[in-house]
């Protein structure tokens, strides 16, 4: 099963959790891997399984920067807060250059999630 990462700043975990729940059918035929208070906060709103990594600021997204390395990932969900500094933006800016290099979508917004979808549901 193809895998699918889920990440948000603490600002945009709402957001993620919202589009999560108006998306539940379309997670689930993914395998769903999420940085931890994130993947929780998921998994409680959802009953979704999600394989919860460490937290962000921890090493989870350099777990899921494993991943994308390693071509486990298909897309990319990072609801991002880009109006408060990250103490850990120098992580977040890897895991994007990882998508870049591998050529991973990564929607860092609402918009183009739904755009990501899109495109996925088409490829089936």
């Given at each position: 099963?193809?895998?699918?990462?889920?990440?948000?700043?603490?600002?945009?975990?709402?957001?993620?959790?919202?589009?999560?729940?108006?998306?539940?059918?379309?997670?689930?035929?993914?395998?769903?891997?999420?940085?931890?208070?994130?993947?929780?906060?998921?998994?409680?709103?959802?009953?979704?399984?999600?394989?919860?990594?460490?937290?962000?600021?921890?090493?989870?997204?350099?777990?899921?920067?494993?991943?994308?390395?390693?071509e486990l990932i298909k897309a990319v969900f990072?609801?991002?807060?880009?109006?408060?500094?990250?103490?850990?933006?120098?992580?977040?800016?890897?895991?994007?250059?990882?998508?870049?290099?591998?050529?991973?979508?990564?929607?860092?917004?609402?918009?183009?999630?739904?755009?990501?979808?899109?495109?996925?549901?088409e490829e089936v």
């Open positions: 099963m193809e895998r699918i990462a889920l990440i948000a700043h603490d600002r945009k975990k709402d957001d993620l959790v919202d589009f999560a729940k108006n998306h539940k059918d379309f997670f689930e035929g993914y395998d769903l891997v999420a940085t931890g208070t994130t993947g929780g906060r998921i998994i409680q709103a959802t009953d979704l399984k999600v394989n919860r990594y460490l937290s962000g600021p921890l090493g989870g997204d350099q777990q899921i920067g494993s991943d994308i390395a390693n990072f609801f991002r807060d880009p109006l408060t500094s990250q103490p850990h933006e120098p992580d977040v800016q890897a895991l994007i250059r990882l998508c870049d290099v591998h050529e991973i979508p990564v929607a860092t917004n609402k918009a183009t999630a739904e755009l990501i979808i899109k495109s996925l549901k």
